[in-house]
Nanobody
Framework: QIHLVESGGKLVQTGDSLRLSCAAS????????WAWFRQSPGKERQFVAA???????YYADSVKGRFTISRDGAKNTLYLQMNSLKPDDTAVYYC???????????????????WGQGTQVTVSS
């Protein structure tokens, strides 16, 4: 069982930077994949970024070049560094983890077994 807790979300202005954290507890495996998703009211959960099998980063086109996903193995914490934030980035951001993900499913929220409770990011214009 994996328990995920996100933090770091807040109200910021357009162009600001923000770093989200996701602290994990419980058993973990070397082949696990970590990811960030986001969801706005009335919209489906949207893929943001992932660390496939802990090493290979993948990004949604909408955040490529602005967001960076990373992980601190010693702290068992996943990060999402968000730069040049836009109002369209406003959403609840969720951390997700799966132990047996295949590459073709890295952006599919239904493929992930474990989720955090989410943290709200609001970008004002």
């Amino acid at each position: 069982q994996i328990h995920l807790v996100e933090s770091g979300g807040k109200l910021v202005q357009t162009g600001d930077s923000l770093r989200l954290s996701c602290a994990a507890s419980g058993r973990a495996f070397g082949s696990d994949t970590w990811a960030w998703f986001r969801q706005s009211p009335g919209k489906e959960r949207q893929f943001v970024a992932a660390l496939f099998r802990r090493n290979s980063p993948y990004y949604a086109d909408s955040v490529k070049g602005r967001f960076t996903i990373s992980r601190d193995g010693a702290k068992n914490t996943l990060y999402l560094q968000m730069n040049s934030l836009k109002p369209d980035d406003t959403a609840v951001y969720y951390c997700a983890q799966d132990q047996n993900l295949i590459l073709s499913s890295v952006s599919d929220p239904n493929a992930y077994d474990y989720w955090g409770q989410g943290t709200q990011v609001t970008v004002s214009s």
